[in-house]
């Protein structure tokens, strides 16, 4: 990835007005900025959300708070806690997330 006509600057995430999004069971609230093709948000999931998708976009995501569970299609399960991330590619393997008690994460696609 090559990052290239982005001026310094800073994001006051509590100040960008959340869009949502509802899951199969639950929602999240997406804080959204977009700097060309980066899209860089912070995203809070509601307790009990279950993605109502197979997301096939790549993906690095820390999480921040919370906790949140990622499923691969090939069974393959994954936990974040605060502190840890994973990166995906696009395209590459076709996940989706849910968390039992909330969780909010920094996301860049």
């Known amino acids: ?28 609230l997406w804080r959204t900025r977009r700097f060309g093709d980066i899209r860089v948000r ?7 959300y ?11 995501l820390l999480c921040v708070e919370g906790e949140r569970h990622t499923e691969l ?4 399960a994954f936990t974040l806690k605060p502190g ?5 590619a696009d395209q590459a393997e076709p996940h989706r997330s849910s968390t039992a008690r909330g969780a ?3 996301i860049v696609d």
Do not use: N
């Open 84 to 88: 840890m991330s994973y990166q995906v």
């Open 1 to 28: 990835m090559q990052i290239s006509d982005i001026p310094f600057g800073t994001t006051d995430w509590a100040a960008i007005a959340p869009t949502e999004h509802p899951g199969e069971r639950g929602r999240a």
């Open 42 to 48: 912070m995203v809070e999931y509601s307790p009990g």
């Open 73 to 76: 299609k090939d069974r393959r």
């Open 104 to 106: 909010r994460l920094f």
């Open 50 to 60: 279950l993605a109502d998708h197979w997301c096939l976009k790549g993906h690095i």
